[in-house]
């Protein structure tokens, strides 16, 4: 999955903010603390103290300095003020999701901090899960360019880990879950890969881009957080300065002897037709012809790695039993050919696509493909079973299209209609 890395670039700039403020280890020497003090002194029984250790070795801190802390988690030395997680949320300039997460031994003192920034740019802190829910806890591990992106395929799939996304400057992030984290980063270790940044996230399920004004005052938001003694971590669902970020959307109408496939580029608000065509099959036994499917779709996201979604039609029930089973084997092999690519995959129905690219669900062939020479701008006609796929990509696109502004209408209301006590 090919895209800029959205969680390298927001931790190298809260990095750079810590840095600056220098705060990164007194935030660091906190978090060791509390989770020694949580759970147990012992990082190899305790997997949040040992992540927290992982990310202070990471930011070059004296190992005495990681010692006192833990002793200080487990009661040792000096009496220390008490702390406990305190988590805030809200919605931020535009609509922008606020998720704040803070060590505290003073909530009355936190909440007026928090609350005071929240006001100064427009937003309000809500009632306790308005905003979280559209988050994720994950594991991130970031290598950095010129890796073996094969190897490190075939070790992230041995390990478990959920995706692997590979961004436009060759870096990698590789998507675990949160409680396989530790046990996978040791993995890769083990294996020879290091990762040049490893770290808890929380991933939002969809993000949103804003540049200009409102861009600045997000970033200048993050920064007045980050800034408060007791904020830990921000997280927010906005991608700042990003202006028109390209998304290439591969749409598939499986066949067992033709296979369509159209990819589309989305930028901004305009949709650009990049590739079209079939894998057409030449063996007559089935398990060949899935052989030949599966590696032309293999081939086919090899040539295109810049695609990030797919958009495949979904098996209708057929009359002829034999045809239907054997275009449910070649769906499946399409189907593991972009799993194995870790790339998330949607489906649609027959009749959904054509209402969506058409306007009605029961339009024919070359109804459809018309319309999709119409709405691309192709000339010439279209071969039947590539204009299929260029119409799956359409429906995909216009559906997530519909979903986002769903979203942010949903996100509106919610802001308006909840209360601002927390």
Known sequence: MAGHSKWANIQHRKQAQDHKKG???????????????????????????RDAIVEANDHNMPKDTIERAIKRGRGEGSEEERLEEVRYEGYGPSGIAFVVDCLT?????????????????????????????????KGILTFPPGVDENKLTEVAIEVGA????????????????????????????NKG????????????????SVTGEVAEKIEKMVDELEALDDVQKVYTNAECGVRNENLYVLGIDPGSRITGYGILK?????????????ITTQKESLAERLSEITSGVETLLSRHPAVREVAVERVFMHRNVDSALKLGHARGAILVSIANRFLPIHEYSAREIKKAVV?????????????????????????????????VALCHIHTQQGLSRVDKASAFCERSTKGTSV
């Open 193 to 208: 890969f290091q990762s040049g940044q490893a770290a808890m996230t929380e991933v939002p399920s969809l993000w949103v």
């Open 23 to 49: 705060k990164l280890f007194t935030k660091l020497i906190r978090e060791i603390t509390v989770a020694a003090r949580q759970g147990g002194a012992d990082p190899k029984t305790n997997s949040r103290l």
């Open 266 to 278: 989305v930028e901004g608000r305009e949709i650009h037709p990049i590739a079209s065509g079939c």
């Open 105 to 137: 031994s003073n909530r009355n003192r936190t909440v007026s901090e928090v609350r005071l920034v929240f006001t100064t740019f427009g937003g309000n802190i809500g009632t306790s899960g308005s905003v979280s829910y559209l988050f994720s806890k």
């Open 162 to 189: 959920e995706d692997i996304l590979v961004n436009e400057d060759k870096s990698i992030d590789v998507i675990t879950a949160p409680e396989y984290f530790s046990s996978i980063r040791d993995e890769f270790s």
């Open 359 to 391: 306007g009605q669900g029961g339009a024919d062939k070359k109804q459809v493909q018309y319309m999709v020479a119409c709405v691309l701008g192709l000339k010439g006609k279209i071969q039947a079973d590539a204009a299929d796929a260029l119409a």
